[in-house]
C-alpha cells in the first residue's frame, strides 16, 4: 500500500531532507519551491502543508468528505495538541533523519497521519503553509472506509504507548 512505499523508500534516501508528495497531481507542484525556501531558514522543523488555511483548496472534494475532513483534523489537533489543521494530507517536507528515526507500522493511506503524529508527539518542531488540492484526473483512488480505521489504531496506540526506536 502507499505507506508501505514511502516506509520501503525511506532506506534508500541519502539527502538531509525529503518531500513527501504524490505523483498524481492531487498535490501542487507549484507549493515545492515554498517547502523548500521555508525548510532553508527552518532546518530541523518539518514544513506541512494544508488544504484549511485558504478558502476553495479542495477541488472536486465532495461536501460530505470535506466535512468529515474538517471533523477529523479539529478532534485530532485537540487530541494531541496540535495547532495544524491538515494532519492527514501527506504533502510535506522533512529533515531525513526525521524519517529514518522512527519505526513506522502502517502500511496504507493511514500512514499519512502517522507520518506527522509520531514526529509530533516525539517533539519534532512543525510549520505549515497553504496549499491546494485537486481531484486525480486519472485512475480511480484505492483509498476505502477501513483505512481510516487505522487512522484511529494509531492515534489510540501513540497516546498509549508509543515510544521512539
Known amino acids: ?4 512505499a514511502f ?15 504524490a505523483s498524481d497531481l492531487e498535490t501542487d507542484p507549484e507549493t515545492v519551491m515554498n517547502l523548500i525556501n521555508i525548510s532553508k531558514k527552518n532546518t530541523s522543523s518539518i514544513i506541512c502543508t494544508s488544504r484549511w488555511i485558504n478558502k476553495n ?3 472536486e472534494y ?11 483534523q479539529k478532534f485530532f489537533g ?3 495538541k496540535v495547532d495544524l489543521s491538515d494532519l492527514t494530507f501527506g504533502f510535506r517536507l522533512y529533515p531525513t533523519n526525521v ?9 496504507n493511506f493511514g500512514f499519512l497521519f502517522e507520518s506527522i503524529i509520531k514526529p509530533i508527539h516525539l517533539g519534532y518542531k512543525t510549520l505549515e503553509i497553504a496549499t491546494k488540492w485537486k481531484k486525480r484526473e486519472e485512475g480511480v ?4 472506509l477501513m483505512f481510516y480505521v487505522t487512522y484511529f489504531y494509531i492515534a489510540f496506540k501513540i497516546k498509549m504507548d508509543f515510544k521512539r526506536r
Open 7 to 21: 516506509i520501503d523508500s525511506f532506506s534508500n534516501l541519502s539527502s538531509t531532507h525529503t518531500i513527501m508528495m
Open 141 to 144: 483512488s484505492s483509498n476505502n
Open 62 to 72: 465532495g461536501l460530505i468528505k470535506k466535512a468529515l475532513n474538517f471533523v477529523f
Open 99 to 107: 524519517l529514518k528515526d522512527i519505526k513506522w507500522e502502517i502500511n
Open 78 to 80: 485537540m487530541v494531541f
Open 57 to 59: 483548496s479542495f477541488s
Open 1 to 4: 500500500g502507499l505507506g508501505g
